[in-house]
C-alpha cells in the first residue's frame, strides 16, 4: 500500500507490505516543489487553499518512477489546516441514533453549509455506567471541504493511482507513532510542518484534541531571513545548522520569540484538555515532535525545558522492518515522513 502526503512545499510517498505479522518497508521518494517549480504546491488565493493540479500529478509520476514504486493502491492524507475538528458531548443514546444526532450537532460546530462537507466522526468516551447500552457520548468530529474532496479525487486519477481512502493527516500521524508502549499513556503529537503546527492529544490510543494554528517552520525560515538579512534558502540553512544552540549568527535569539508563540499555544490545547478531562485521566506524560522542523538542534530541549515533559523526536519507522544500510537515512527523514507512513501502514490494518 501506499501512503501519499502532499505538503506545501514537498510530496512524499511510502510504499509498504506485509509479511506475517511482519510490516515492511518497500519504497519511499520525495520531491521539493522549489527542484521543479518556481512556487509551492499549495497556494492561497481568495482565502482558500488552493493545490496546484498540473504541478502535484507530475510530481507524483516522478516520484514513482524514480522510486520504482509497484503498488497502485493508495491512502492519501488530507493537511489539518483543510479539515475542521470539533469534540462535542451528546446525551445518552442507543448507538443506532448516533449519526443523525452529530448531523444535527454538526450544524452548530461547521463553519460552512453541511451539503459542502463530508463528515467523518469518532466515538472518544463513553460516560458513566452501561445502562441498556444508552450513556452520554463525546464525539470527535472532522468535516473536510467536498471541493478538497474531489482535488484528491482528480489528482489520484490523473496519477492512475487507486484512491482507497482519504484520511486528516493527524490520525495517519498517530498510527505511525502511538506504539503499543505510548497507547498506554497520554502523549501529545506536535507537528511543525511547512505551513502550519498541529498540536493533537492522544490519550490511550485515541485522538482526543487536534488544533491547528498558523505559526510554521516556514515562518521561522523567513524571520531569521529578515532579522539576519539572509536570502531564503541561507536563512533555511542556518536555520537547520545552529536551530536554538548559540552561535555569533544569532540565529537562536531571532527564532525564540516565534518558538515561544508555538510554546504558548501547546500550553493554552494542553491546559483545556486538563480541565475537561475526567477525573482519574493523567496528564500529558510524553510529547513527540513530529515534521521538518523537528531535528533543529536544541528544539526538544528547549520544549522539554519549557513544559517540564519529555520531548522526543518522532521515529516512525522504528516499528517497521527495512534495510539496515537505510538506518541514518530514516533517523534523519522520520520526523518529516510521519505521515505519508502513517497513511500507507493504513492498508495494513
Known amino acids: 500500500f501506499l501512503g501519499v502526503d ?7 510517498i511510502v510504499e509498504v ?16 516543489a522549489e527542484a521543479l517549480y518556481e512556487k509551492p504546491f499549495r497556494t492561497f488565493e481568495e482565502s482558500t487553499l488552493t493545490v496546484s493540479h498540473q504541478d502535484v500529478v507530475r510530481s507524483i509520476n516522478a516520484v514513482l518512477r524514480e522510486a520504482r514504486i509497484k503498488s497502485n493502491k493508495a491512502y492519501f492524507s488530507i493537511p489539518d489546516f483543510s479539515s475542521f475538528f470539533t469534540t ?9 441514533e448516533l449519526p443523525q444526532a452529530i448531523n444535527y450537532e454538526a450544524h452548530q460546530h461547521i463553519p460552512l453549509p453541511l451539503q459542502e462537507v463530508t463528515l467523518d466522526w469518532q ?13 452520554p457520548f463525546k464525539i470527535l468530529l472532522v468535516a473536510v471541504p467536498n471541493e478538497i474532496i474531489q482535488q484528491y479525487q482528480d489528482i489520484a486519477e490523473d496519477v492512475k493511482l487507486e484512491l482507497l481512502s482519504l484520511e486528516a493527516e493527524v490520525f495517519g500521524l498517530a498510527r505511525a507513532l502511538i506504539g503499543e508502549r505510548e497507547k498506554k499513556e497520554t502523549v501529545a503529537l506536535i507537528d511543525i510542518g511547512a505551513r502550519s503546527t498541529t498540536v493533537s492529544i492522544i490519550d490511550q490510543g485515541i485522538v482526543k484534541i487536534s488544533h491547528s494554528f498558523d505559526t510554521s517552520g516556514n515562518d521561522l525560515t523567513n524571520i531569521v531571513s529578515k532579522g539576519l538579512n539572509l536570502d ?11 536551530g536554538l544552540l548559540a552561535s555569533e549568527l544569532k540565529v537562536q535569539e531571532t527564532m525564540l520569540p516565534l518558538i515561544d508563540l508555538i510554546l504558548d499555544e501547546i500550553k493554552k ?8 478531562k475526567k ?6 506524560q510524553k510529547i513527540i515532535l513530529a515534521g521538518g522542523t523537528a531535528l533543529m538542534p536544541g528544539l526538544a530541549q528547549y520544549f522539554s525545558k519549557e513544559l517540564a515533559k519529555p520531548v522526543v523526536v518522532a521515529d516512525p519507522f522504528t516499528n517497521v522492518y ?10 534523519a527523514m522520520g520526523p518529516s515522513f510521519a505521515i505519508a507512513l502513517g497513511a500507507a501502514l493504513r492498508g495494513l490494518e
Open 269 to 276: 490545547i494542553s491546559s483545556s484538555f486538563s480541565q475537561t
Open 123 to 135: 466515538i472518544i468516551e463513553r460516560g458513566g455506567e452501561l445502562q441498556e447500552k444508552a450513556t
Open 232 to 242: 531564503y534558502q541561507q536563512a533555511e540553512n542556518a536555520k537547520k545548522k545552529h
Open 279 to 284: 477525573i482519574g485521566q493523567k496528564e500529558i
Open 88 to 96: 462535542f458531548t451528546l446525551p445518552a443514546m442507543t448507538e443506532e
Open 322 to 331: 527495512y534495510s539496515p544500510i537505510l538506518e541514518k537515512n530514516l533517523k
Open 6 to 12: 502532499i505538503g506545501t512545499f514537498s510530496i512524499k
Open 17 to 32: 507490505s506485509r509479511t506475517g505479522k511482519r510490516k515492511k518497508l518497500e519504497n519511499y521518494g520525495e520531491i521539493q
